[in-house]
């Protein structure tokens, strides 16, 4: 899953939600790799302790360093269960990544139904909030950390079909500002904006026409999970001490065009 030798984060515990597959997998992946130890967490306990499997043979890590969660983080119990069991087994949790995000509507907000609505800020707004609420109570407050929240570019600029999801978005990037404003100095707060990534999530946006999709991003290529994941693993690092409160585009060059067309 990666290629990476630097060991920046050793001795250190991270906890990436939304973990089984794609993004969340690559970023699990990429701060094991770099010394860590990971707590993984999705809904589906088999998907999940199947990630936590393929995490440690991949990258060679001792299984004792991941940690598998079975969890839904739109819930209360299932949040903290995720903190608590992290704290336990490492000793500690330095790096939240608020990864977990769902999009079960689309078309036009005036037609959208708002129990799903509701729902999708639900997980990727209140969600996010709690988890970190309870890894500041937890440990951050004290001793410090990182939290990182995957947004997306369509929080930046508006889509026309995945309005709800882009509200969300923009919502979470305005909730990393607040936090960072408010938690530093010990906890550094940043929001990453990835375009189209090329995972299980965002198939129907690129399947049988990857191409035709990519056409319009300066790079001519969609984003891979490891292409957020190394953005991730540095804004959570110590190289980048001095930055809060942003959120980084991750984008192929796309918003660069002015478009999301």
């Known amino acids: 899953m990666t290629s990476t030798t630097v060991q920046d984060f050793a001795g250190r515990a991270a906890l990436i939600t939304g973990a089984s597959r794609g993004i969340g997998l690559a970023i699990a992946a990429e701060l094991l790799s770099r010394g860590a130890s990971v707590t993984i967490t999705a809904r589906k306990a088999d998907a999940v302790q199947a990630a936590a499997a393929r995490l440690a043979t991949d990258t060679g890590a001792d299984p004792s360093r991941v940690l598998a969660v079975p969890g839904n983080a ?6 903290a269960a995720a903190v608590r069991g992290t704290v336990e087994r490492f000793g500690r949790l330095d790096v939240l990544v608020n990864n977990t995000g769902i999009n079960p509507v689309f078309g036009p907000l005036a037609d959208a139904d ?12 209140v969600g996010a909030l709690g988890f970190t609420q309870l890894a500041l109570k937890a440990w951050m407050a004290e ?21 709800a999801y882009g509200a969300s978005k923009a919502a979470l990037i305005r909730l990393t500002e607040e936090l960072a404003w408010q938690l530093g100095p010990k906890v550094r707060v940043n929001a990453v904006a990835p ?15 990857e191409e035709e ?8 290529r969609l984003g891979t999970p490891e292409d957020v994941a190394r ?13 809060t409160g942003e959120t980084v585009r991750v984008d192929g060059g796309l918003l660069a065009t002015g478009t999301l067309g």
């Open 231 to 243: 953005l991730v693993a540095f804004l959570a690092s110590d190289a980048a001490s001095w930055i």
């Open 195 to 209: 375009a189209v990534v090329k995972t299980k999530f965002a198939e129907a946006l690129y399947t049988g026409r």
């Open 213 to 220: 999709a990519a056409a319009g991003y300066p790079m001519k």
């Open 143 to 163: 001793h410090g950390g990182a939290v990182i929240n995957i947004a997306s570019v369509g929080g930046i600029r508006s889509t026309g079909v995945i309005g």
């Open 114 to 125: 708002l129990d799903a609505v509701r729902k999708i800020f639900d997980v990727n707004v």
């Open 74 to 79: 739109g819930n209360d119990d299932d949040r």
